[in-house]
């Protein structure tokens, strides 16, 4: 069977390391892991999916590409059938944010024997950054592609070993953000975090606010796809600050200083 990915799953596939087992959380299809080691790129995987259906429908493909004796099949809750150490590399592409999170916490244990988590939320994706660097992960790359109107990031995180958690369960500093209440309607990196400060991580120094925003490695790499956000994004900031000119409230007044506010700093990221 040959599979061919879409733009977010090869992206997510190009993340992973060479030679690595792999478990792919909510595995749908089975596609990400059949092509994964049908390429080569890895000799065994888990696919594992909540849903007996999509499931079924996965184990049709692998029998297709004739990967039975490589690629598991598991009805699993997240982490809950993968063994600690069992696999280097964890996958997790197509779901929110929160339900990201609540996967990565739940198995913290499964997740933290892994070598690289590779993961790509469809929402609050600033959340999955702070979750991360909170929960002793280290980002370590990130991505961005732009597939049928929407953008999509792929994270790439490995776990720090010499990982402490502060008796509070948070590992924070003082620098704040900036307001970012507006949430223009796409759902990658414009959901806003709920503590407006920056992250102290163990061993690597602070991410700024604004790289929880938008992500140290995408303003570092700066992708095509990045600025086309950018982009996308100061439209969506002036239609707003357009409508709210003709409101003369002092609420509306006030919103739109916010959003001239922040669009300024998107225009400064974008430059």
Not at 105 to 123: F, H, M
Not at 142 to 170: C, H, L, Q
Not at 212 to 233: E, N, S, T
């Amino acid at each position: 069977m040959g599979v061919l990915l879409s733009k977010r799953l090869a992206a997510a596939a190009d993340m992973v390391s060479p030679g690595s087992r792999v478990a792919d959380i909510g595995t749908d299809h089975a596609y990400l892991p059949i092509w994964l080691v049908s390429d080569g790129m890895c000799p065994s995987a888990i696919a594992a999916d909540l849903r007996p259906g999509p499931l079924l429908a996965a184990r049709e493909h692998v029998r297709e590409a004739g990967l039975d004796n490589r690629i598991s099949l598991r009805l699993s809750d997240g982490l809950k059938e993968v063994a600690p150490g069992e696999v280097d590399t964890i996958t997790i592409t197509g779901m929110g944010g929160p339900l990201i999170c609540r996967i990565l916490e739940d198995g913290e244990t499964v997740a933290r024997s892994a070598k690289e988590l590779i993961l790509s939320p469809q929402s609050e994706v600033p959340g999955v950054r702070r979750f991360l660097l909170e929960h002793g992960y280290k980002i370590i790359d990130e991505a961005m592609v732009s597939e049928d109107g929407k953008y999509y990031v792929i994270i790439k995180a490995s776990p720090n070993y010499f990982f402490t958690r502060p008796a509070d369960k948070t590992a924070v500093c003082d620098d704040e953000l900036n307001s970012h209440e507006h949430k223009p309607d796409n759902h990658v990196m414009t959901d806003i975090i709920s503590e407006n400060k920056a992250v102290k991580t163990v061993g690597m120094g602070s991410w700024s606010g604004e790289e929880i925003l938008y992500g140290r490695y995408l303003m570092k790499k700066r992708p095509k796809a990045f600025i086309d956000y950018l982009d996308w994004q100061i439209k969506k900031l002036n239609d707003v600050c357009a409508a709210l000119s003709k409101e003369k409230t002092e609420r509306s007044k006030l919103r739109l200083a916010e959003i001239k506010t922040e669009m300024e700093t998107v225009k400064r990221i974008r430059s």
